[in-house]
């Protein structure tokens, strides 16, 4: 801090943000939430503890009764989980972002030359970590119960299409996560999202079995189309309807949901 | 300061740190902010000094693009703080009066991130943010989350952070709040230091020393208007008289040494304490009659002594009873 500083008045300054400064901004805030979930381990429980635990749970619970075995259970299961896990994780999103929003810090984000989307693009950018961690360790469980995938290939596709589908729906829950006043607000009206559509699909069972009326919402579930087309990814090694329609509907998430969500964040930024 | 101020118009506006004017903030129904005007010469440290709710801190956030004025415009070194937000917060660092630190995260951690994201390389940014935490006296829990931080040293944290680029206009809302003596002396020289290199200062206190110590000029605000502005030696004089003080040697004399001084100095005395009479010295001459009347009346003293005005007499005189508050504006 030696020597005299430039003048404010004689400084030649931008009134905007240049798009090399946005993606630095950016990447900075996932690098931010990196090091907050290496030092809050818990952070993790919903990527790491949940897809071991509902794994083994479901699969030996369920198994004999759906399947008649355990082993033929895992091709249903193991895309179920799959989803399953992907989208609650994209939950936390919201939750942690209303957390963060009402953290001191951010008065200081606010009032730095900095991106406005950045720390919330930031969080958005991390969480395809965790839900890489989640996809990952479903499918080692699910090795380690003896499900077998028909290609490598395959099966980081039905991955891919995992965590792109959870980024998407994040979305949602970032949404939610700006509008409302509480982190415990978002935390109870994600999960009343959260369970009709994970159990309310095929991801748990065959859907043959469900009662007509059930069938119908299940068949309009978005989350259907997503384990479906893991499923025929990790069973046949084929891109189907389901895989597009999946891809599609994920897209047109993000279309409607990042721009509302951008615009509501700003206003609160 | 005045004489400065007014060269400083006339060389070119770029020279004024802040000008605002009829600056309006309404929260419902209250007014929170009623009409503000400002001006701030670059390179002064500019104090705004009220009570908690006089309005301030909102001052302060519509100053640094974090709320929008309802009314009124702003600009600091000439940009305007609504239309050119992006502008006025490459001149600006805020400290606000809630350390704006990551509790989760340890002191290195905050420093680097800010650091990153006010465009510093990833080595600069580590470098900058060891010289930080060693000129604060951090750099033994540097790797600490703040969670075990004292509240000083999240202060200082604070402070620290607002510190890693030098911004032209440095904004501290009541940066001393809350900190002991010795730490309070030590972010007056930060103050200093920062001023000396080139930064103009917009400070809020509710310390009358602190403005009466840093401040070259202080706006009083109360009810979300500016009541009184001046430097603090105007300030003074505008609202107060000296007081003379007489310390008594007997108790029982009291009475007698107020008849006194009503009676020479034609003003009427008070008795804040047993053995002491004070009373406003408009004129220091006739100090020396009332003096000679005490002695023929046999009245003995223990001491005695003129006091200034302090900016709490000021201060009380402004924001306190409508009745007596004089406005010397």
């Known amino acids: 801090m030696s020597g005299q500083i430039v003048p404010g008045g004689s400084r030649k300054l931008k009134n905007r943000v240049s798009p090399q400064a946005v993606i630095g901004n950016s990447l900075t805030m996932a690098y931010r939430t990196l090091l907050l979930i290496r030092r809050t381990p818990q952070q993790l429980f919903d990527v790491t503890i949940q897809p071991i635990l509902f794994t083994l749970m479901f699969t030996f619970l369920f198994g004999g009764a759906i399947s008649g075995s355990v082993s033929g259970y895992l091709p249903i299961i193991i895309p179920g989980i799959l989803a399953q896990t992907a989208i609650t994780a994209s939950m936390a999103t919201g939750v942690q972002l209303r957390e963060d929003m009402d953290k001191g810090v951010f008065y200081r984000f606010k009032s730095m030359p900095i991106a406005r989307i950045a720390p919330l693009a930031g969080p958005l950018l991390a969480d395809i970590v965790r839900y890489s961690i989640a996809t990952a360790l479903t499918f080692t469980m699910g090795y380690l119960l003896g499900f077998h995938w028909v290609s490598p290939g395959a099966a980081l596709l039905a991955g891919f299409l995992a965590v792109f589908a959870a980024w998407c729906l994040g979305w949602v829950f970032a949404l939610l996560g700006v509008l409302a006043k509480t982190a415990q607000t978002v935390q109870g009206i994600s999960a009343a999202i959260i369970f009709p559509l994970g159990f309310l699909s095929g991801a748990f069972v065959p859907t043959e079995t469900l009662p007509r009326w059930l069938q119908d919402f299940v068949n309009v579930n978005p989350l259907t189309y997503v384990v479906s087309a893991v499923r025929q990814l990790l069973d046949q090694g084929t891109i189907g309807t389901d895989f597009w329609l999946s891809l599609i509907g994920s897209t047109v998430l993000v279309l409607v949901f990042a721009p509302v969500t951008l615009k509501m964040y700003m206003r609160k930024a | 300061m005045t004489t400065r101020q007014t060269t400083v118009d006339r060389e070119h506006a770029t020279a004024i740190a802040v000008e605002a004017r009829g600056l309006v903030k309404t929260f419902g129904d209250n007014r929170a902010v009623d009409g503000v005007d400002l001006t701030i010469p670059s390179g002064c440290v ?71 994201l006010l465009g510093l390389s990833r080595s600069e940014a580590g470098k900058r943010a060891g010289e930080l935490l060693q000129e604060f006296g951090l750099q033994d829990a540097a790797k600490r989350t703040l969670e075990k931080f004292s509240g000083g040293m999240r202060r200082r944290l604070d402070l620290a952070s607002s510190l890693i680029v030098q911004a032209p206009l440095i904004f501290l809302d009541e940066p001393t709040t809350g900190l002991d003596p010795r730490t309070r002396v030590q972010m007056w020289e930060s103050i200093r230091r920062l001023v000396s290199s080139g930064s103009t200062i917009l400070l809020t206190t509710q310390y009358l020393d602190e403005a009466d110590q840093l401040a070259d000029r202080v706006a009083v605000i109360d009810h979300g208007r500016v009541v009184a502005e001046g430097t603090p030696r105007e300030l003074k004089a505008a609202v107060g008289k000296a007081t003379l003080n007489l310390r008594l040697a007997n108790e029982e004399d009291a009475a007698g040494a107020m008849a006194a001084v009503q009676e020479v100095l034609g003003v009427k005395a008070s008795t804040p304490e047993a053995m002491l009479v004070t009373a406003p010295m408009a004129d220091p001459d006739r100090v020396t009659d009332l003096l000679v009347a005490l002695r023929s009346e046999r009245i003995r003293l223990a001491a005695v002594s003129v006091q200034d005005p302090t900016l709490d007499e000021v201060f009380m005189a402004l924001t306190g009873d409508e009745s007596k508050g004089g406005k010397p504006q």
């Open chain 2, 46 to 116: 500019y104090a705004l000094l009220g009570p908690n709710g006089a309005g301030k801190t909102t001052i302060i956030n519509m100053l640094t693009t974090l709320l929008k004025p309802d009314g009124g415009d702003a600009k600091v070194f000439g940009h305007d703080v609504v239309r050119e937000t992006q502008v006025v917060r490459q001149l600006i660092s805020v400290t606000g009066q809630s350390a704006a630190v990551d509790e989760r995260l340890s002191a290195t951690e905050n420093l680097t991130i800010f650091g990153l």
